[in-house]
Antibody, heavy 120, light 107 residues
């Protein structure tokens, strides 16, 4: 069974950096891309970016370019999303998800989500 | 960036009724690269439909998708109690984008 297990909730101050993780199991980590999606409280879904663990190629949404870094650790089958210069608008649940074919396809399955709260 | 606009924002229906959800794109979605997701409170989204009209594994056949180009539809033929949720469309032909969601609520 494919599983994506994300790290726990984080509380950060404005200007800080947060790094959340997504540990996968049930398939070969380097075979498929992992995406990250943001969901602010009571709001919709917004794509953050992706990583191909096979070659570490990353693609970021323009909105997050310059503040986000997505990495992959093949020794632990874990993907990471780091977001810097945090502001209140970054308060959201962040999900990781797998794309099975190529870099751009539907997302299935998703991790359980990680709540990041930015507050002074 | 392709902007997806979903309508209506909220759909108030009774169990057993038919639900029709719309997703309109600001430009043509290549190769029908359009998916639909269901999200319940406190849960991650789950895919229902991909490729505009292909049901994902384990999705009941009361869910169906249709459309091409800029206009897509998700239809739930007979609403079950567990179908009341928020539904999102997503295009993945280019930099992925999502619609703002349609909430299907119990009337």
């Amino acid at each position: 069974e494919v599983q994506l297990v994300q790290s726990g909730a984080e509380v950060k101050k404005p200007g800080a950096t947060v790094k959340i993780s997504c540990k996968v199991s049930g398939y070969t980590f380097t075979d498929y891309c992992i995406h990250w999606v943001q969901q602010a409280p009571g709001k919709g879904l917004e794509w953050v970016g992706l990583i191909d663990p096979e070659d570490d190629e990353t693609i970021y949404a323009e909105k997050f370019q310059g503040r986000v870094t997505i990495t992959a650790d093949t020794s632990t089958d874990t993907a990471y999303m780091e977001l810097s210069s945090l502001r209140s608008e970054d308060t959201a649940v962040y999900y990781c998800a797998i794309v099975w074919f190529g870099k751009l396809n539907w997302f299935d399955p998703w991790g359980q989500g990680t709540l990041v709260t930015v507050s002074s | 960036e392709i902007v997806l606009t979903q309508s209506p924002g909220t759909l108030s229906l009774s169990p057993g009724e038919r639900a029709t959800l719309s997703c309109r794109a600001s430009q043509s979605v290549s190769s029908r690269h359009l998916a639909w997701y269901q999200q319940k409170p406190g849960q991650a989204p789950r895919v229902l439909i991909y490729g505009a009209d292909s049901r994902a594994t384990g999705i009941p056949d009361r869910f169906s998708g249709s459309g091409s180009g800029t206009d897509f539809t998700l239809t739930i033929s007979r609403l079950e109690p567990e179908d009341f949720a928020v539904y999102y469309c997503q295009q993945y032909g280019s930099s992925p984008t999502f619609g703002q969601g349609t909430k299907v609520e119990i009337k």
